[in-house]
T-cell receptor
Framework: GAGVSQTPSNKVTEKGKYVELRCDPI?????LYWYRQSLGQGPEFLIY????????DSGLPNDRFFAVRPEGSVSTLKIQRTERGDSAVYLC?????????????FGEGSRLTVL | GNSVTQMEGPVTLSEEAFLTINCTYT??????LFWYVQYPGEGLQLLLK?????DKGSNKGFEATYRKETTSFHLEKGSVQVSDSAVYFC????????????FGGGTRVLVKP
């Protein structure tokens, strides 16, 4: 498709379970970002990839969160031992590269609810 | 660290009214400033940007001027339409902080016919 695609759009899980969220960026975009948006708040940065490597993972809240981008395209955000406080909308965005830093193309997000 | 503060909503207006959403920022470097918009049921999208002091970003009738002296980037539109109902986010990107976006909390705008 033409835009950033995120799956699933909605995920309900139980406390303690493992969750994977997938992001398919715009074709040719080298930079990929993950953000988390809690209800009524602005998006908060989690991690940023340039190509296959995580260039900045300073926003990951703890070691239960991990993200990969093995072939420099699709990325997966992985959350282990989910907690109720992890409930949020997880946003993925991509951009052609640092030349357009800040001009991100966002997906519609994956809404995670932890019961 | 970097931060963005914007006025809380919701802001409710009548069609053709003037809209202002205040945004101020704190940054360690020389940031670029952005307004993003989230229409109902859609993803965030870039509305406008400004990359240096005194620059004016504009798009779809919206404008914002980068004011370094007041560390502000207020969003304005002279005559709003019902279709402008959305949540608006002010954000900054700072090369010193790796170019990642720092967002404000968002302002919900509701335009009534």
């Amino acid at each position: 498709g033409a835009g950033v695609s995120q799956t699933p759009s909605n995920k309900v899980t139980e406390k303690g379970k493992y969750v994977e969220l997938r992001c398919d960026p715009i074709s040719g975009h080298t930079a990929l970002y993950w953000y988390r948006q809690s209800l009524g708040q602005g998006p908060e940065f989690l991690i940023y990839f340039q190509g296959t490597g995580a260039a900045d993972d300073s926003g990951l809240p703890n070691d239960r969160f991990f993200a990969v981008r093995p072939e420099g395209s699709v990325s997966t955000l992985k959350i282990q031992r989910t907690e109720r406080g992890d409930s949020a909308v997880y946003l993925c965005a991509s951009t052609p590269g640092l030349a357009k830093a800040g001009e991100l193309f966002f997906g519609e997000g994956s809404r995670l609810t932890v019961l | 660290g970097n931060s963005v503060t914007q006025m809380e909503g919701p802001v409710t207006l009548s069609e053709e009214a003037f809209l202002t959403i205040n945004c101020t920022y704190t940054a360690t470097g020389y940031p670029s400033l952005f307004w993003y918009v989230q229409y109902p049921g859609e993803g965030l999208q870039l509305l406008l940007k400004a990359t240096k002091a005194d620059d004016k970003g504009s798009n779809k009738g919206f404008e914002a001027t980068y004011r370094k002296e007041t560390t502000s980037f207020h969003l304005e539109k002279g005559s709003v339409q019902v279709s402008d109902s959305a949540v608006y986010f002010c954000a900054l990107s700072d090369e010193a902080a790796g170019n990642k976006l720092t967002f404000g909390g968002g302002t919900r705008v509701l335009v009534k016919p």
